[in-house]
């Protein structure tokens, strides 16, 4: 992305990477699961529900790391800013669909934990049954708790708290200067850089998140249970 000079450009080309990783789904999933494509709003099948589901999760996530902060999560960089959602969160998850939610809808459907009788079909959709949320809810967070080793941090971090010091690295950048480098979902190695610039084309993805509840109608716990009552003090300080 060095070459991308506008905001528009930098979401066409993330895009089109979005396409390319798509398009190796059908390659990794199991027999009985088949992709063929993104949709949303509804999903039409069973993994486009895991997939919306699983975003669903970790935007909740992102909001409440980024309440942790002074920031605004209504203001936000790349994704179009509105008075209804926290495009400041789209922003953010966008670096950890991958590592959080795609991982745990591949564990789950090549370890036979989530089968297609997990599903049901309403209106013209497909969404994940309530004993397939507590399933894929209870693997999700047993991820956030898995730990990596942080390059500047000199120490091992969980997933969640990996989501808390992105939040920080960008206030840090707003109040002293110092270039923000998103992660890449698993450490400080920043595989692309992008133009902090308010505003931006809207994404036809960011559609397929509401403010606060996923269109699955589950209740996110989103840990916060684990996290009310404890003090909030700046990760990236040693």
């Known amino acids: 992305l060095d070459g991308m000079e506008t905001i528009d450009e930098t979401m ?12 190796t789904f059908d390659e990794i999933l199991p027999e009985g ?17 895991l997939i919306s ?19 605004d999560p209504t203001i936000s960089y790349l994704h179009e800013p509105g008075e209804r959602r926290y495009s400041l969160a789209l922003d953010i998850a966008d670096l950890f669909k ?24 309403e209106m013209n959709s497909c969404l994940l049954s309530e004993n397939g949320r507590k399933t894929y809810s209870k693997v999700y967070e047993e991820t956030l708790d898995e730990t990596i080793d942080h390059p500047n941090l000199g120490k091992k971090v969980s997933y969640q708290y990996l989501l808390r010091v992105e939040a920080y690295k ?5 109040l002293t200067g110092e270039e923000y480098v998103p992660s890449n979902g698993g450490g400080e190695c920043g595989l692309h850089r992008r133009s902090l610039r308010y505003g931006s084309r809207p994404n036809a993805e960011d559609a397929e998140i509401p403010p606060s509840v996923p269109h699955t109608r589950t209740k996110l716990r989103a840990r916060r249970g684990r996290d009310r009552g404890r003090p909030r003090k700046d990760p990236l300080r040693r």
């Open 12 to 23: 066409g080309a993330e895009a089109r990477a979005r396409k390319a990783y798509y398009s």
């Open 33 to 49: 699961f088949v992709f063929g494509g993104r949709q949303y709003n509804p999903p039409n099948n069973e993994v486009n529900s």
């Open 53 to 71: 589901f699983g975003n669903s999760l970790v935007y909740a996530n992102v909001v409440s790391a980024i309440r942790a902060t002074a920031l």
């Open 98 to 121: 991958p590592v959080l939610a795609d991982r745990v809808i591949f564990r789950l459907v090549n370890r036979r934990q989530l089968t297609t009788d997990d599903f049901e079909d």
């Open 170 to 174: 960008l206030k840090k950048h707003l």
